[in-house]
Nanobody, 119 residues
Framework: VQLVETGGGLVHGGGSLRLSCEAS????????MAWNRQAPGKQVELVAR???????IYADSVKGRFTISRDNGKKTVYLQMTSLRPEDTALYSC??????????????WGQGTKVTGSS
């Protein structure tokens, strides 16, 4: 099982970015999927999480600016980011609670994609 993030980059002056994270491999089912971020010198923090049924939670710092969504058929989770700020600069990684066809359930993480917000 593998998670691959795409869509990072440099954004100026309150712009927008859309991140994608696609899961692939021997996947039977995917439960919660989430986006996390780690800024330089700081700990990893949860940005947003979405259940299989679409229930979402957000960090207070991104509420009203970021939107998490998923396409279960494509095994993909998205993060639409708007009004980006310099403090949003971080490595953004997705994780997912996955049951493989072998019956093993565990949490998988992607390698991350870098987002830089500039003023």
């Amino acid at each position: 099982v593998q998670l691959v993030e795409t869509g990072g980059g440099l954004v100026h002056g309150g712009g927008s970015l859309r991140l994608s994270c696609e899961a692939s491999g021997s996947i039977f089912s995917i439960y919660d999927m989430a986006w996390n971020r780690q800024a330089p010198g700081k700990q990893v923090e949860l940005v947003a999480r979405i259940s299989r049924g679409g229930t979402t939670i957000y960090a207070d710092s991104v509420k009203g600016r970021f939107t998490i969504s998923r396409d279960n058929g494509k095994k993909t989770v998205y993060l639409q980011m708007t009004s980006l700020r310099p403090e949003d600069t971080a490595l953004y990684s997705c994780n997912a609670d996955i049951i493989s066809y072998s019956g093993i359930q565990r949490d998988y993480w992607g390698q991350g994609t870098k987002v830089t917000g500039s003023s």
